[in-house]
């Protein structure tokens, strides 16, 4: 699978490490991390692992052994190139990305676009129909609206007449694309598109596609919390991720999951959020409403195949709220864990999907 032609979720920040060139594509402290349980006894057990800043948070590749004739120069050029090019592409925080190009146009004709940007388009839009709305990019202008995205504008309750005004240009109907040759087209020059709820996902199936053209069989890619992970770690066990409770002031182990082959994202309301009348208002906008998600769904973790699928998978289910979204992932087969806030209480549940992954 091509990763710019796929049709269809560790570690601690510093934001001292950011570059201007990579300049976030999500806000910095939105990161949801998972704990990576590779903790070695020897310092000869450490492989290698390749980290820097990415998309305002930063990411980790693990590699136990490296193939013979691959540097570890080589290899981290390699990562690098793929993730400023990711983030050229689809950030919305830099002006002059593709994505910002397209949400800056007056256009409502066809506007060409890179095999990237359509592979996530497309899996974006897939995903809106497969969820009936509730994945939405075109949720962008309103996500800025709320504080949530680029400019840095003050984290409020909006005025109610420009959230109104907003939802007029928010739809995924409102957005229409062509495979060949590439291309957008917008039926209102004003809808704006935010793929913050899939890159990430999307740049560690990428970075995994990379790995495994060098006949890389066992790692661990970790962007911002988005995981894939392949064959075993340095101790050759199959690699463990741990979920963390949904805490806003410190971390903490929920479940451990044993990852071979797959992709884990994580969605949650307990990094990126305000308080506004002890009410808490996530980043995650139910693009039916206009408002940010209102339930006592606080994470949601998707396993897929495929991390760019799992981690708009994870938003859909964020934004359906427990209920819905257990039935939603039972319906269509996808391995979900869910985390509800009980009072102080936080209480687990998993699709069937997902039951066998879970480590005993
Ligand atoms: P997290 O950052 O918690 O891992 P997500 O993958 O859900 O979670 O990404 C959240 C981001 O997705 C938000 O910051 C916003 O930019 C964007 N977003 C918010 N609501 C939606 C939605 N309904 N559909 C698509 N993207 C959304
Ligand atoms: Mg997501």
Redesign the pocket.
């Known amino acids: 699978m091509s990763c710019e032609a796929i049709s269809i979720?560790s570690i601690s920040l510093h934001p001292s490490r950011l570059t201007p060139h990579l300049y976030p594509l999500?806000?910095l402290l939105?990161?949801?991390c998972v704990l990576v349980l590779n903790a070695c006894s020897t310092p000869q057990d450490h492989g290698v692992a390749i980290t820097g800043p990415t998309m305002g948070s930063t990411f980790s590749v693990s590699i136990p052994v490296l193939p013979e004739q691959l540097s570890r120069d080589e290899l981290e050029k390699q990562i690098n190139d793929i993730l400023a090019d990711i983030n050229q592409t689809m950030s919305?925080y830099l002006a002059d990305s593709e994505l910002s190009r397209i949400n800056t146009s007056s256009s409502t004709d066809w506007i060409p676009i890179s095999p990237r940007l359509y592979a996530v388009l497309s899996a974006?839009q897939q995903i809106?129909e497969l969820s009936h709305?509730?994945?939405?990019?075109?949720?962008?202008a309103?996500?800025n609206l709320w504080g949530?995205?680029p400019p840095a504008s003050k984290q409020k309750i909006p005025d109610a007449n420009a959230i109104q005004e907003l939802m007029q240009w928010t739809g995924y109907q409102h957005i229409e694309l062509r495979a060949s040759p590439a291309a957008i087209r917008k039926a209102y020059p004003q809808t704006y598109l935010?793929?913050?709820?899939?890159a990430?996902?999307y740049a560690a199936d990428c970075l995994a596609e990379l790995l495994d053209s060098h006949a890389i069989s066992n790692y661990l890619v970790d962007i911002?919390?988005?995981i894939r992970a392949r064959g075993r770690n340095t101790r050759n066990q199959i690699w463990r991720v741990g979920i963390e409770k949904p805490l806003v002031d410190r971390r903490d182990v929920q479940t451990i999951i044993a990852l071979d082959n797959l992709g884990l994202?994580?969605?949650?309301?307990y990094?990126?959020y305000f308080v506004h009348k002890g009410k808490r208002y996530?980043?995650?906008?139910?693009?039916s409403t206009g408002w940010?998600?209102s339930h006592n769904l606080s994470?949601?973790t998707v396993i897929d195949k495929s991390a760019m699928i799992a981690?708009?998978l994870?938003?859909?289910l964020?934004?359906m709220g427990p209920d819905r979204a257990f039935q939603f992932a039972e319906e269509h087969h996808i391995a979900a864990l869910f985390i509800l806030v009980d009072g102080d209480k936080f209480i687990q549940k998993t699709s069937s999907q997902f039951s066998p992954a879970l480590l005993q």
């Not at 709305?133 to 962008?140: E, K, L, S």
């Not at 996530?282 to 693009?287: A, K, Q």
């Open positions: 979720t999500t806000c939105a990161v949801i919305t974006s809106s709305g509730a994945f939405d990019i075109t949720v962008g309103l996500v949530f995205g935010d793929l913050s709820g899939i990430s996902g911002s919390g988005e994202t994580t969605a949650g309301d990094r990126n996530s980043h995650t906008i139910d693009p940010p998600v994470a949601v981690d708009a994870d938003t859909a964020m934004v």
